[in-house]
T-cell receptor, first 114, second 113 residues
Framework: EAEVAQSPRYKITEKSQAVAFWCDPISGHATLYWYRQILGQGPELLVQFQDESVVDDSQLPKDRFSAERLKGVDSTLKIQPAELGDSAMYLC????????????FGEGSRLTVL | QQQVKQSPQSLIVQKGGISIINCAYENTAFDYFPWYQQFPGKGPALLIA?????SEKKEGRFTISFNKSAKQFSLHIMDSQPGDSATYFC????????????FGTGTRLKVLA
C-alpha cells in the first residue's frame, strides 16, 4: 500500500541548532503539505506545495523555517535555529491533484528541542 | 472565519455506547468536511467525509450528520469499541480553491471495556 514516508521519526536537538525533516509523498501526488501539530492540538498548516511551487506559506515562520520541493516530488522542511517552542510533531501529507480531497498523512517527525 | 471549532475536548464512553463529537464552522465556502482518526505516535488517517449537499453519510459504525443552515457537523460512532480509542479531528476545506485544510482542535476518545 502506498504511503507517505517521513524521516527522521524522532529528533532531539538543542536550541539554536539546525534541524531538517524529509518527506516523500505518495507517487503521483502533486500536492504536498507540511503541518505542525503541538501536543493536544490539531494540525496547523505550515506550507503547501503544488508540484514544486509554494501555494500557501502564510503561516510559515520564515525567519527560521524554510521548505523546498525542488523537483516536485520529495520535500525538505528546515528549521534554523531551533527554539524551545518548536517542539512538536511535524506531519507531511499529500493529495492527488484534481480529485476529491483525501489527504494522506505520513507518521510524522517528532521534534524535541532542549 | 477560517476556524473550525470542535467539542468536546475529551470523551469517555462505555463499550457499546454512542460517541458523539461536534464541529462548527463559519466560512460558508467550505464544501468538503472530513473526519480524521489519529492513534498515538501515528499520523491522522481519513475516517469518513461528507459534502454539504447531503445531510448524513454512514460507513459502518461511523456516521456524519451535517446541518448546513446551522453550519455544524458531527461524528457519531455507534457501538463504540475499545479499539476506537483515539483522537478524532474534524476538518474543512474549499475544493475549488487551493485545498487548504483547516483542522479542529481534536477530541480524545476513550472507550472503556
Amino acid at each position: 500500500e502506498a504511503e507517505v514516508a517521513q524521516s527522521p521519526r524522532y529528533k532531539i536537538t538543542e536550541k539554536s541548532q539546525a534541524v531538517a525533516f524529509w518527506c516523500d509523498p505518495i507517487s503521483g501526488h502533486a500536492t504536498l503539505y507540511w503541518y505542525r501539530q503541538i501536543l493536544g492540538q490539531g494540525p496547523e498548516l505550515l506550507v503547501q506545495f503544488q508540484d514544486e511551487s509554494v501555494v500557501d506559506d502564510s503561516q510559515l515562520p520564515k525567519d527560521r523555517f524554510s521548505a523546498e520541493r525542488l523537483k516536485g516530488v520529495d520535500s525538505t522542511l528546515k528549521i534554523q535555529p531551533a527554539e524551545l517552542g518548536d517542539s512538536a510533531m511535524y506531519l507531511c501529507a499529500s493529495r492527488q491533484a484534481w480529485t476529491a480531497g483525501e489527504l494522506f498523512f505520513g507518521e510524522g517527525s517528532r521534534l524535541t528541542v532542549l | 472565519q477560517q476556524q473550525v471549532k470542535q467539542s468536546p475536548q475529551s470523551l469517555i464512553v462505555q463499550k457499546g455506547g454512542i460517541s458523539i463529537i461536534n464541529c462548527a464552522y463559519e466560512n460558508t465556502a467550505f464544501d468538503y468536511f472530513p473526519w480524521y482518526q489519529q492513534f498515538p505516535g501515528k499520523g491522522p488517517a481519513l475516517l469518513i467525509a461528507i459534502r454539504p449537499d447531503v445531510s448524513e453519510k454512514k460507513e459502518g459504525r461511523f456516521t456524519i450528520s451535517f446541518n448546513k443552515s446551522a453550519k455544524q457537523f458531527s461524528l457519531h460512532i455507534m457501538d463504540s469499541q475499545p479499539g476506537d480509542s483515539a483522537t478524532y479531528f474534524c476538518a474543512a476545506t474549499i475544493t475549488s480553491g487551493t485545498y487548504k485544510y483547516i483542522f479542529g482542535t481534536g477530541t480524545r476518545l476513550k472507550v472503556l471495556a
